[in-house]
């Protein structure tokens, strides 16, 4: 019985494999990212937009009736302008940084091609994702630069403030866009739904709007 399921299983992916239309595509644009902040030890912090960039290549399947599978790997930078503000003796006091973290993404997005117009299709998409720091920096507001401590490491009195970010973030992004003759144009929300933050009492998430253009390699979407 064992046998006989992995044959089969095995003849579904070959014949899926031979008959599915696969693309390959790359685009790129900005971003205008935020991070969602929260936590008794963040009392008195605001954040604001700051821009980046996302770029990187995706592949798609067809499934079937206009839907298709697609993944594939971006770079994206995120982050966002924080200030605090901390009343001492009646005065106010208040400190700013831009933390800007680089992360590999990896989406994993079930989407709808409705065709409209000759060689043109409305998409629209959604799935969760997954991604990885790996680089980034946090500017003060003297200009001082440091590169992001990635990992889980809690700020004590003896290792300089523990880590920066942890490095996983889990989300769930929701896109649209128009192709017109293998040209991409496409609107993008990801809402993160991990606490990256390491730290007790704190909570930050990612919450990342996209702007991009790109161009599909292959037969057009069905």
């Not at 990212?33 to 008794?40: D, K």
């Not at 590169?147 to 300089?160: C, Q, R, V």
Request: glycine share 16%; hydrophobic share 40%; proline share 2%.
């Amino acid at each position: 019985m064992k046998k006989l399921f992995i044959s089969v299983l095995v003849m579904l992916v070959i014949n899926f494999s031979a008959t599915a239309q696969t693309r390959f595509g790359i685009k790129g644009g900005f971003n205008v990212a935020n991070l969602s902040i929260g936590g008794s030890a963040t009392s008195g912090t605001t954040t604001s937009p700051i821009i980046g960039f996302n770029v990187g290549g995706f592949t798609e399947i067809t499934i079937a009736g206009g839907f298709y599978f697609q993944s594939g790997v971006f770079v994206s930078t995120k982050g966002a302008k924080a200030k605090q503000s901390v009343t001492i003796l009646g005065q106010t006091i208040s400190s700013e940084s831009t933390i800007t973290p680089t992360y590999v993404e990896i989406p994993f997005n079930l989407g709808c091609a409705i065709g409209f117009g000759e060689n043109t299709k409305f998409h629209v998409l959604a799935g969760p994702y997954v991604a990885f720091g790996v680089g980034g920096k946090v500017k003060d507001a003297n200009g001082k630069t440091e590169n992001i401590k990635w990992g889980s490491e809690k700020a004590t009195l003896t290792n300089n403030g523990g880590s920066d970010l942890k490095s996983l973030d889990l989300g769930f992004n929701i896109g649209a866009g128009i192709e017109h003759n293998n040209l991409l144009f496409g609107l993008q929300y990801g809402l993160g739904l991990s606490n990256i933050s390491p730290q007790d009492n704190t909570t930050i998430k990612n919450n990342v709007f996209g702007i991009s253009v790109g161009y599909v390699f292959g037969g057009k979407s069905e």
